[in-house]
């Protein structure tokens, strides 16, 4: 008697956690049929599915015509989990319908479960005959489409740090349907784009991994504020755009300058100062103090030096150095 194991009755179990749309075209009357042309939804919630009408859920279409008449026929499943209801058209016909209501059907995951190891559960049909000669059922073609749509308001934004310049950085979306469910399938139109800190606009790479999680990846090498917008066909996701920033990359010796006094002639035992401006590799000014790793030196051409007597962070990755040279000469900074 269990459903989804082989032929009735050599199969003993059915396959737990499971909702099947049963089309039975012939009365048992051990199994409680209510006729020998009927379609219902049987269900042992955790448990092993049964065929047993004990199993099925609100009552069965009952009213149509025959079924099996050796001529293919068409049915469409719609399930509502906000009114708890799964209903079938046979062939177009609202007489030949199924109609079940029930608020055990509002929360498939409290009805049935999902599985530990994989977080899956079965939805599927099932089919039974015995007139004289035998029976046999086909399903030449089954499509399934998604009617939820992403809810803009409740979607999950995580993972949002800074990024760094130059580098690809990622965060994440937990699309949910209209019913605070995870979305379970891609979502034509949605993108995502950059507004950066000099009002140029960049495009994200959405991928999509599983269960409505999407992973949204940029990479600038721009540092500063950054505005996120994240929308499915137009329409904002979130109550307004992300805020988030580029930091720089690490600081880049070569591309580090200096200015002020730099040239010319000083006079021995006068102090000078001149200015150090710390930038990455893509000339962003580093805004963290390098002090420690910092170090500058005045040097004679003749291979002497002289320290440098006070190094002054002031802020956006200038420093000021000042120095007195006491001997005559060349020197190099």
Known sequence: MGLGYGSFPAASGGIAQSIAIEFDTFMNPELADPNNNHIGVHTNGLGQNNAH?????????TSMRQFWDSTPHRITIT????QGTIKGLLDGYSDYSLNVQSDEL???????????????????????????????????????????????????????????????????????????????????????????????????????????????????TLAGPVTINVSVNGTLIGAAPIASSIVPAIYSPANTY???????????????????????????TITVDQSPDLNITITAQDGSSSGVEVVTYIGEGIYSVEYTLTVTGDYDL
């Open 258 to 284: 200096a200015y002020g006094n730099m040239s010319g002639t000083a006079m021995a035992g006068v102090t000078r100062t001149v200015f150090v401006q710390l930038v990455d590799a893509y000339m962003n």
């Open 53 to 61: 009408e004990s199993f099925t859920i609100g009552q069965p279409a």
């Open 106 to 220: 509002m929360d498939l995951v409290k009805l049935i479960g999902v599985n530990d190891t994989d977080g899956t559960a079965y939805i599927g049909f099932t089919a039974a005959g015995g007139t004289t000669g035998g029976e046999q059922f086909f399903i030449y073609d089954w499509t399934y489409t998604f009617l939820g749509t992403i809810n803009t308001a409740n979607s999950i934004f995580f993972d949002i740090t800074p990024a760094t310049a130059g580098q690809t950085h990622s965060f994440f979306l937990q699309s949910v349907d209209q019913y605070q469910n995870n979305m379970t399938m891609y979502s034509e139109g949605l993108s995502a784009t950059l507004t950066l800190t000099n009002a140029t606009t960049v495009a994200a790479t959405v991928t999509y991994r599983n269960m409505g999680l999407y992973e949204i990846s940029y990479q600038s």
């Open 79 to 82: 399930y509502d989990p906000s």
